[in-house]
Structures are given as structure tokens and as C-alpha cells.
């Protein structure tokens, strides 16, 4: 298994110009998750999927949009960037959290290998 | 929501010597607590957890014990080694209305000196 994968590594953007990151899991979990890591900081959710078709905001949704129309993907888009948005991306997959309806499995959130962005 | 607060931001340790961050949290409902360590460039990975059923968790030279009385958590190092430096990060697992999203501390830089 690849496990979880994200393209680019890096990006340089205007003010202004959109992009999509883009991260694929081929472990089949249900759970996918959008973090940015700023310098000196943990890391802040963005976006999570509990599953195709369903996606909901985080701690800092302001500025992105996600869709999730496979188990597999889960792309995350900047409509007009602002250097506010200068961070390192990361995705992440896990399984249905142990204890919740439908959930087995581990609670594990595997990352991909983050994409730094910077906007100019 | 919740909140987690992690201690120290820094660490030096000499090598051999041991190593304990501290991380409290402020949901009493958080029942998940993982600790995961960021190398240099690198993506987060999880070195190791413990559920609020469990006060104390081992595995080799690495231990988190769970005071749920207090909200607080800790990471404990023993025998530490030239690659134990890192940025080690906590984290809580938080449902309110969320489907059991984790809320990370800032982050610990950890460096052994040899």
C-alpha cells in the first residue's frame, strides 16, 4: 500500500489565483482529514469526511472547500488565496473512531506527506 | 470545545537522560489521547496512545500516563537516543459535535544532545 499520498509538495501562488491539493488513500478508510501546520503550531483541522458524500467543517474552514465523491479521494480547494493561507497542508485517513456507531478498528490517523504552500 | 494546553515547548535533554511532556486537556468527555512525533520535514506519526480506561501505557523505552481526575496526560522517554529529537505533538479526541475529531497541542521540539 502507497498508504496516503498528496500532490503537490510544493506550491508557490498569487494573491488571488485558486488550486487544488489533492490527497488519495488506498487503505480503504472511511475518514479522511484536511490539517494546515503553521510554524510553531499544532495542527488545526480544516475539512473531515466520514465518508463519500459527506464532508463537514473543522476549527478553520474559512477560505477552503472540499468534496469527497470516493472513498479514495478527498480534495481540498482554495477559491482565492491570501497569504494568510501560507502553511503546510496535511492529509490524513484513519478508520471509523472505536465506539462510535458503526466504528471498529483502530483510531490511527495515518498522514500523507503534507503540501507546502506558500502565497506571495 | 476542547482544548489542549502542551509543556514544554522546548526541551534539551543529554542523551541517556529522560524526557516528560505534559499536556492537559479541557473536555472531561475525551476519552483518546495519542502522541504522535514530527521529524524534521517529515508528516506526523503516532508513536503511542492510551484510552480513558487505562492510566498507564508502555512500550519500550516510551510511556503515557493518564490522570483523568485532572485532565492531564504525559509523555515519558526513557534512555533517550540522538533520534528521539523531534517535534512531538499531543492530542485529545474531542466528539462534541464532531464524529471524534482530535485537537492537537502545539507541539514539543525535543533535542538529545549526544
Known amino acids: 500500500n502507497a498508504g496516503v499520498t498528496q500532490t503537490p509538495k510544493f506550491r508557490i501562488l498569487k494573491i488571488g489565483q485558486s488550486m487544488t491539493l489533492q490527497c488519495t488513500q488506498d487503505?480503504?478508510?472511511?475518514?479522511m482529514y484536511w490539517y494546515r501546520q503553521d510554524p510553531g503550531m499544532g495542527l488545526k483541522l480544516i475539512y473531515y469526511s466520514v465518508g463519500a458524500g459527506i464532508t463537514d467543517k473543522g476549527e478553520v474552514p474559512n477560505g477552503y472547500n472540499v468534496s469527497r465523491s470516493t472513498t479514495e479521494d478527498f480534495p481540498l480547494r482554495l477559491e482565492l488565496a491570501a497569504p494568510s493561507q501560507t502553511s503546510v497542508y496535511f492529509c490524513?485517513?484513519?478508520?471509523?473512531?472505536?465506539?462510535?456507531?458503526?466504528?471498529?478498528?483502530?483510531?490511527?490517523?495515518?498522514f500523507g506527506p503534507g503540501t507546502r504552500l506558500t502565497v506571495l | 470545545g476542547e482544548n489542549v494546553e502542551q509543556h514544554p515547548s522546548t526541551l534539551s535533554v543529554q542523551e541517556g537522560d529522560s524526557a516528560v511532556i505534559k499536556c492537559t486537556y479541557s473536555?472531561?468527555?475525551?476519552?483518546?489521547f495519542p502522541w504522535y512525533k514530527q521529524e524534521l520535514g517529515k508528516r506526523p506519526q503516532l508513536i503511542i496512545d492510551i484510552r480513558s480506561n487505562v492510566g498507564e501505557k508502555k512500550d519500550q523505552r516510551i510511556a503515557v500516563t493518564l490522570n483523568k481526575t485532572a485532565k492531564h496526560f504525559s509523555l515519558h522517554i526513557t534512555e533517550t537516543q540522538p533520534e528521539d529529537s523531534a517535534v512531538y505533538f499531543c492530542?485529545?479526541?474531542?466528539?462534541?459535535?464532531?464524529?471524534?475529531?482530535?485537537?492537537f497541542g502545539k507541539g514539543t521540539k525535543l533535542s538529545v544532545k549526544p
Open positions: 490524513a485517513s484513519s478508520y471509523p473512531a472505536r465506539g462510535r456507531v458503526g466504528g471498529s478498528g483502530t483510531d490511527t490517523q495515518y
Open positions: 487503505m480503504n478508510h472511511n475518514y
Open positions: 492530542a485529545a479526541r474531542s466528539y462534541g459535535g464532531s464524529q471524534g475529531n482530535l485537537i
Open positions: 473536555d472531561s468527555a475525551s476519552n483518546y
